[in-house]
């Protein structure tokens, strides 16, 4: 599957963007989806993660509450709105689909490298 994420940009703190991951490719409703974020000088981190289709969500404890991560398996699309920005989200976001087996104990990883596809980032920019 290929993934391409769009919707960076600057925006003030307190402000909002709206990211959007298109998927092209055959069955997107098998892969679990995340988004990461790699902000300079440090490592990629999860963000946010969408289970196949129940759309059960999970969220690293700095977002929650502020961005809600969804899918749309109709159109092959995954979404973040991020409200509430504040200046240490300013970062490179990236998407990613993980075909993880329904067996594993979670739904889910926070393990950048367990995904199997990745798009290119797109960059959103926090100003204080």
């Known amino acids: 599957v290929q993934l391409q994420a769009s919707g960076g940009g600057l925006v003030q703190a307190g402000g909002s963007l709206r990211l959007s991951c298109a998927a092209s490719g055959r069955t997107f409703g098998s892969y679990v989806m995340g988004w990461f974020r790699q902000a300079p000088g440090k490592e990629r981190e999860f963000v946010a993660a969408?289970?196949?289709?129940?759309?059960?969500?999970a969220y690293v404890d700095s977002v929650r509450g502020r961005f809600t991560i969804s899918r749309d398996n109709a159109k092959d699309t995954v979404n973040l709105q991020m409200n509430s920005l504040k200046p240490e989200d300013t970062a490179v976001y990236y998407c990613?689909?993980?075909?993880?087996?329904?067996?594993?104990?979670?739904?889910?990883?926070?393990?950048?490298?367990?995904?199997?596809?990745w798009g290119r980032g797109t960059k959103v920019t926090v100003s204080s």
């Open positions: 990613a689909a993980d075909q993880r087996s329904a067996y594993e104990p979670s739904w889910y990883t926070v393990a950048p490298n367990e995904y199997d596809y």
């Open positions: 969408i289970s196949r289709g129940t759309g059960i969500t």
